[in-house]
């Protein structure tokens, strides 16, 4: 019998009820904050929040996986897909259950996404142990695996009583909502506690709104940023992912189309402009374009909008070569907006793009026209190259990767999704991909984590059904983590896998020759006679393992084939994979700007000290923005 106004109810069965009545809203339109739970069950959770999402089926969708990292990815990628305004859960048992959740998390807290992680626990009451899976540690008997979650998270928890989860899931949920917060949020929960029953007040399962804000600059730091915009002979303008998550795309456009302000994108920002407007440059960075690398070099004033300012954006603080060179960071956090001691407009990317357009108007500000000529003859020199590396003049030979990329970018549509985290190809697509939509471009390189496209694909096609998701992957990255395509099948998601097969870790092994490594232990090869991996290539079939997964198959050997391969890939209505071999390009287009990975300074391989050498010489142009 429960008490008037109150609930009687498992603690697992009112964790998942309140979460099916959490909303956030922004710019009047509401959304699920918590739109759906993933799960993998085991003793740790099969009787608690297994059995709750049973009980609340009907408000609470499941989505069933196969290995919990892959659940956080997918569950990553819905979340980036919706701008963040709405999440899902995951839920796995205890022990190595919880801890596959670790990389995903620290993807999604990298990445600033949210994600609900409902790890099991050992006994609170400590009745029973140690369990099966459970961790003992000698001195501290409150430590389980699930600590290991706490670096990776946004907040963590452990509900150790019932009636703890009435703050702590508020507290959860806040910072799931809250731009400047979110990321991976971890309530572990114990097993005796997920079955235990209380009286939870009624007010506790009410419909709640959490709004998410949009907070304007403060009026003197946005003077101080006009007078320095207006200052500025060669300003350019830095867009991170912040532009998409705030949808501010079309608030960019209205300042770049006044101002004449040219605009790089990091991984995460490029789309922020449509590849064809005149002042869009495309990437940033290390794996940027010549333009934008080379305005990069000369500018001003450096306007960054969302964006963390990773290392492969500054080119390991030698970018940014003006001596004269500041910044000015609008950014919803703090931590980020304070970075290269900028100016400082910590404010929502849209509100503080709007406010600059309207302050910049009156007296009208614009770029110089040389300024603007140089810019645009630089594209236009860019392009050339982009469409030399699409080009296949020859359509029964084998493909490049470059071609591979050449032959998608005439398949996709405007509104399609192409997905892609790691190897060789986030570098490709940084330079040459023609971004048509804001969503278009799906990079996850925060943490660049290989494994993350096949689920991540998932997500997306979940958040955004009918639309066209293309997950572009290596055969490194698909042996990480093939097993979503059985869940892609299960829910006949019908996402497009392109199965690029280059018999190695590519990108790793061009980085290990660059640092005088010698391509040790990256090619996919049996091992020789003297030891080494040099040997003739694996005899895998990734395309045969596909379709043994329930994916229909397509395999391409020629440019041709690849071109036929991809429209029907894109016409299919369930999972396809296109699985093409790749030969390497005899002029591909190198790093436009370098990268700090160290070189040992000492060896007796000649290798290594030429690499040395230029590393040297390299780190030598190091700046400390201060």
Known sequence: MSATGTRRLTTAQALVRFLAAQYTERDGVRHRLIAGTWGIFGHGNVAGVGQALVEYGGVMPFHQGRNEQAMVHAAVGYAR??????????????????????????LATVNRLPVLLLPGDYFASHAAGPL?????????????????????????????RPEALLASALRAMRVLADPAETGAVTLALPQDVQAEAFDWPEEFFADRVWRVRRPAPEPEE????????????????????????????????ALVDATGIPVASTQAGKGALRHDHPADLGGIGHTGTAVADDLARTADLVIGVGTRYSDFTTASGTLFQNPDVRFLNLNITAFDAHKL???????????????????LSSPSHRVSSPYEDEYRAGRTRWEEKVRAAFRADDDSAVPTQTQVLGALDAVVGDEDVVINAAGSLPGDLHKLWRSRSPRQYHLEYGYSCMGYEIPAALGVQQAAPGTAVWALVGDGTYLMNPTEIVTAVQENLPVKLVLVQNHGYASIGGLSESVGAERFGTD????????????????????????????????????????????????????????????????????????????AEVSAREPVNDARARYEHAVAGRRRHL
């Open 341 to 359: 001691a900028a100016r400082a407009l910590v404010c929502d990317a849209r509100a503080g793009l709007t406010a600059l357009t309207e302050a």
């Open 81 to 106: 897909q919706l701008n963040r305004l709405s999440a899902q859960a995951v839920t796995t048992s205890i022990g190595p259950g919880a801890t596959n959740l670790v990389t995903g998390a620290a």
């Open 222 to 253: 946005l003077a101080e940023a006009v007078q320095a915009l207006r200052a500025a002979r060669r300003p350019l303008i830095v867009a991170g992912g912040g532009v998409h998550h705030s949808e501010a795309e079309t608030a960019l456009t």
């Open 524 to 599: 996919y090869r049996h091992r020789a006679a003297d030891g080494t991996f040099t040997g003739a290539p694996l005899p895998v079939d990734l395309a045969a393992n596909a379709a043994s997964l329930g994916m229909d198959v397509l395999r391409a050997k020629t440019v041709r084939e690849l071109r036929e391969a991809l429209s029907t890939a894109r016409a299919a209505t369930r999972p396809t994979c296109v699985h093409v071999e790749t030969v390497a390009a005899r002029d591909a287009l190198p790093a436009e700007a370098w990268w700090d990975v160290p070189v």
């Open 132 to 160: 099966l899976q459970q961790l003992e540690h000698p001195v501290e008997a409150d430590v389980s695996v699930n600590d290991a979650l706490r670096p990776v998270s946004r907040y963590f928890d452990r509900i150790n």
